[in-house]
């Protein structure tokens, strides 16, 4: 027979916290590499980029940005003839 050994929970102990620490370590590495980037533009953009305007149908149209109107009401970015 072998002779029996005391009971050490110190190491098991020890064994059971590195083994989370390094669960913890990994699941964050982890969570990192599968990141989402969102931006998001505030504001209205002209749908015509090539300048300042354009002609169509005899007129020249404009735009004219997003503004606060009365009452405190947006106004949303448009094209205005010139």
Known sequence: MKPVQPYDGGKIMKKIAMFFAALVCLSS???TA???VVNVEVGDQPY???GPGYWAGGAYLVWVPGHWG???HWV???YARR
């Open 34 to 36: 599968n990141a989402v």
């Open 29 to 31: 590495i982890a969570s």
């Open 76 to 78: 949303h970015g448009h």
């Open 70 to 72: 009365p009452h405190h």
């Open 48 to 50: 015509y980029v090539h």
